[in-house]
Nanobody, 114 residues
Framework: QVQLVESGGALVQAGGSLRLSCAVS????????FAWYRQAPGKQRELVAT???????TYADSVRGRFTISRDNAKNTVYLQTNSLKPEDTAVYYC????????WGRGTQVTVSS
């Protein structure tokens, strides 16, 4: 059974940084790509960034240049470094594998105050 456990969220002031982590178990981590998503209150979940098995990243326009996705195959963990945070980045952040699983982890709350 695949498990996705997100962590690292917090309350931070605008301009601050956070490093989010997603610990993955139950699959052969190194052969899959992964993605970070976020869901703000009252909005649909949106794709933030992806990373392929070969470590090629992609980013949503809203975060490009501020966020960096990475992975550590030895630790079965995907990271999202978030810099220059803005209030509009406030959301619950989730990770998932590619292709996406039907289920989701609990996510991690990021709150950016102005």
């Amino acid at each position: 059974q695949v498990q996705l456990v997100e962590s690292g969220g917090a309350l931070v002031q605008a301009g601050g940084s956070l490093r989010l982590s997603c610990a993955v178990s139950g699959i052969t981590f190194s052969i899959y790509g992964f993605a970070w998503y976020r869901q703000a209150p009252g909005k649909q979940r949106e794709l933030v960034a992806t990373i392929s098995a070969g470590e090629t990243p992609t980013y949503a326009d809203s975060v490009r240049g501020r966020f960096t996705i990475s992975r550590d195959n030895a630790k079965n963990t995907v990271y999202l470094q978030t810099n220059s945070l803005k209030p509009e980045d406030t959301a619950v952040y989730y990770c998932n594998k590619l292709p996406r699983l039907a289920g989701w982890g609990r996510g991690t709350q990021v709150t950016v105050s102005s």
